[in-house]
């Protein structure tokens, strides 16, 4: 079954420390792997995407890894602010099939 | 640019009434479009997606419908709402269906009492 798991289901960290975001997904066959960012009430907001043959990918203070071996992927958050706090929702899609599996997110809260 | 419009971005509405939510693309041509919608606390389900005009396809059975009357519109509607139906409702482009990013409308919050 393609699933998408993420950990923690929630998080709260101060401001200006770092975090990371786990993502262990069954997609397969794999294709790309997208992290979004969503803040309440928001459309998600794309913040890297990874084929294959990609095992690290940066966006401003967010960077995203991705073993594709071990089907685990991470998101960090470097000098985290108080405008990181959100949804973060690692979603991944198959070659073979014309959806994305969402996982169902993990809930930063920065506080000051 | 592209853009994408949702509307309305709130909605209430009574149980057995009917639905109607909009999404409309700007600046692309043929895309891909998608209906999503999040339920509190959960992650997104994909309800129905288009590949072109008059094309939908339904992921899961429900109370909803769907409809592409002209590119770049993607129309969400439901003869009589249930309570169930209260959640977060998305719409989404891309421009191929798996390869490229999906970009998210601002969403429609729909509250069924």
Request: aromatic letters at 10%; glycine letters at 8%.
């Amino acid at each position: 079954k393609n699933q998408v798991e993420q950990s923690p289901q929630s998080l709260i960290i101060l401001e200006g420390k770092n975090c990371t975001l786990q993502c262990n997904y069954t997609v397969s066959p794999f294709s790309n792997l997208r992290w979004y960012k969503q803040d309440t009430g928001r459309g998600p907001v794309s913040l890297t995407i990874m084929t294959f043959s990609e095992n690290t990918k940066s966006n401003g203070r967010y960077t995203a890894t991705l073993d594709a071996d071990t089907k685990q992927s991470s998101l960090h958050i470097t000098a985290s602010q108080l405008s990181d706090s959100a949804s973060y929702i690692c979603v991944v899609s198959a070659i073979s099939f014309q959806k994305l599996v969402f996982g169902t997110g993990t809930r930063l809260l920065v506080s000051p | 640019s592209q853009t994408i419009h949702q509307w309305p971005a709130t909605l209430v509405q009574p149980v057995g009434s009917p639905l109607s939510l909009e999404c409309t693309v700007e600046g692309t041509s043929n895309p891909n479009l998608y209906w999503y919608r999040q339920a509190a606390g959960r992650g997104l389900q994909l309800l129905f997606y288009s590949v072109g005009i008059g094309q939908i396809s339904s992921e899961v059975p429900q109370n909803l419908s769907a409809s592409r009357p002209q590119d770049r519109q993607f129309i969400l509607s439901s003869k009589k709402l249930l309570l169930s139906d209260s959640g977060f409702y998305l719409c989404a482009w891309s421009l191929t269906v798996n390869g490229y990013e999906q970009y998210f409308g601002p969403g429609t919050r729909l509250t069924v009492t």
